[in-house]
């Protein structure tokens, strides 16, 4: 079955250190992947997407991630934290190519804690 | 531009009460999505539609849970009757499903307690 792992449960970092979520899938077909961020209280929003192309991907607010294929991994990096960036963080993936829409399967989230 | 509309925000009940939600998507959005988060399950997709057809219920918990697209507009999820097990925060989502992979979009959520 599909899965997606994300190992860090809770990342707790002080302002302005440096910032790696690990996601990893277990798919080994075409893929589109997705970071979400809920900050507490709302709603999911996509911080970004990768679909095809360079393997990097620029994100809103500073985020980045890169696609590895060959370690079936989507890591969410910022080279500097924020208190606000305070928020849980979610990675998705959903099986590409074909015209047919395919289930997304979330990752568990990671909390990612930013002291002042 | 809206974006998903969901319905009420906060909802307490008691058990055995039925429970309905309801949800807009966005405009021209083709698939909806229904997801329950909780603490210890974290995110799970309930249903999901594709003009208005159920495509994959396989997420639904069991029959007390049903939902329903009347039309592009309108979806609602019922529970019926509920459980205290129930509680979580109950999102909505939609997205622009050309092919696949596209973003969804969610909306803010309807947070349940079942007393």
């Known amino acids: 079955a599909q899965s997606v792992s994300q190992h860090n449960h809770h990342v707790i970092l002080s302002e302005a250190a440096s910032l790696e979520l690990g996601c990893n899938y277990s798919?080994?077909?075409?893929?589109?992947l997705f970071w979400y961020v809920q900050y507490p209280g709302q709603h999911l929003q996509l911080l970004l997407k990768?679909?095809?192309?360079?393997?990097l991907v620029k994100g809103i607010k500073g985020f980045e991630a890169e696609f590895i294929k060959s370690k079936f991994s989507f890591n969410l990096r910022k080279p500097s934290v924020q208190w606000s960036d305070t928020a849980e963080y979610f990675c998705?993936?959903?099986?590409?190519?074909?015209?047919?829409?395919?289930?997304?399967?979330f990752g568990s989230g990671t909390r990612l804690s930013i002291r002042p | 531009d809206a974006g998903v509309i969901q319905s009420p925000r906060h909802e307490v009940t008691e058990m055995g009460q039925e429970v309905t939600l309801r949800c807009k998507p966005i405009?021209?959005?083709?698939?909806l999505f229904w997801y329950r988060q909780t603490m210890m399950r974290g995110l799970e997709l309930l249903i999901y539609?594709?003009?208005?057809?159920?495509?994959?219920d396989s997420g639904m918990p069991e029959d007390r849970f049903s939902a329903k697209m009347p039309n592009a507009s309108f979806s609602t999820l019922k529970i019926q009757p509920s459980e205290p097990r129930d509680s979580a925060v109950y999102f909505c989502?939609?997205?622009?499903?050309?092919?696949?992979?596209?973003?969804?979009?969610f909306g803010d959520g309807t947070r349940l307690s079942i007393l």
């Open positions: 989502a939609s997205s622009l499903g050309t092919g696949s992979g596209q973003p969804q979009h």
């Open positions: 798919y080994g077909g075409t893929v589109n």
């Open positions: 990768y679909f095809s192309g360079d393997p």
């Open positions: 998705a993936v959903i099986r590409g190519g074909g015209s047919s829409a395919s289930k997304i399967i």
């Open positions: 405009s021209g959005h083709d698939y």
């Open positions: 539609f594709n003009n208005n057809v159920p495509i994959d």
